[in-house]
């Protein structure tokens, strides 16, 4: 699977954390944007504000891993 569709997946159904490690990237918390009301990250199973977006240098670390497969993306079938 390719980020752009990764990203697709991931954003508003994951928490940083989890985005973190299955992308394989280190977003600090001021490098994205998140739901406004707190959900259960079906990754990790605790209550967290779901990324939506990246921001800022967030942007530039997905860009940088832009040309690599991702191989441990979850099955999102019932996500929310």
């Given at each position: 699977m390719?980020?752009?569709?990764a ?48 921001a800022?240098?967030?942007k ?8 690599k497969?991702?191989n441990?993306m979850?099955?999102l079938?019932?996500?929310?």
């Open positions: 390719r980020l752009e569709e990203k697709q997946e991931l954003y508003g159904n994951y928490c940083r954390s989890c985005i973190n490690d299955i992308l394989g990237v280190h977003l600090k918390p001021n490098e994205c944007y998140y739901q406004y009301y707190s959900q259960i990250c079906p990754g990790c199973g605790e209550r967290h504000h779901l990324v939506t977006e990246a800022g240098m967030g530039v670390k997905l860009f940088i891993m832009s040309g497969r991702i441990n979850p099955e079938g019932t996500s929310h």
